[in-house]
């Protein structure tokens, strides 16, 4: 693929024009995960307008940036880098390219899946599945136990009224996505 292509595929994938970035750093400078990662949000977007996809795709970062939305916010031209990134980690996917945090991508699942099935996110649900997927049954869990016990984190998830039309957005994403393969 040529960097053009990429970067095609990137903007079309995010709907954001990544070459309008200059890389003045202020979405870098506002990342709270910026510290864990190895390039750092202006990078990607450099990578991108370079056609680096390899690196791009066996990079932490994308599996990293927490989609807070803070480095778009900051961003003079006004580029939702969270859809670049997620873009990013949807050709990582497509692709079969190896993914660098495969937790993360666990993680996304099951929020989805709990999303697909109580029409919003549920803490409890998302926790259990976690744990459970990744067999990481005892770290965090005095936090978990500690939320739990002062109500921040509901037993039972609060549906939706109308999940048919939540189901329904899900069915129309995938019709679409077997269409773009």
């Not at 709270?32 to 450099?46: F, H, K, N, S, T």
């Not at 945090?101 to 666990?106: I, M, Y």
């Not at 005892?138 to 500690?146: K, R």
Request: proline share 3%; charged share 20%.
């Amino acid at each position: 693929m040529t960097e053009t292509n990429l970067l095609q595929q990137i903007n079309t994938l995010s709907s954001q024009t990544t070459q309008l970035c200059y890389h003045c750093h202020k979405c870098t400078a506002g990342c709270p995960v910026a510290e864990d990662m190895q390039y750092g949000p202006d990078r990607i977007l450099r990578m991108i307008q370079l056609g680096q996809k390899e690196r791009l795709l066996s990079s932490h970062d994308i599996w990293l940036c927490a989609a807070c939305e803070t480095c778009g916010t900051r961003c003079p031209n006004e580029i939702d880098i969270a859809r670049v990134m997620d873009a990013l980690r949807q050709i990582a996917i497509a692709e079969g390219a190896a993914i660098s945090e495969p937790d993360a991508l666990k993680f996304h699942k099951i929020f989805m899946a709990g999303v697909q099935t109580f029409g919003r996110s549920h803490e409890m649900f998302l926790f259990a599945a976690y744990k459970l997927w990744t067999m990481h049954l005892m770290d965090d869990m005095d936090s978990g136990i500690s939320l739990i016990a002062k109500g921040k984190v509901p037993v039972m998830p609060s549906l939706v009224k109308n999940r048919a039309e939540v189901s329904k957005l899900f069915k129309n994403v995938q019709k679409k996505t077997e269409v773009q393969e």
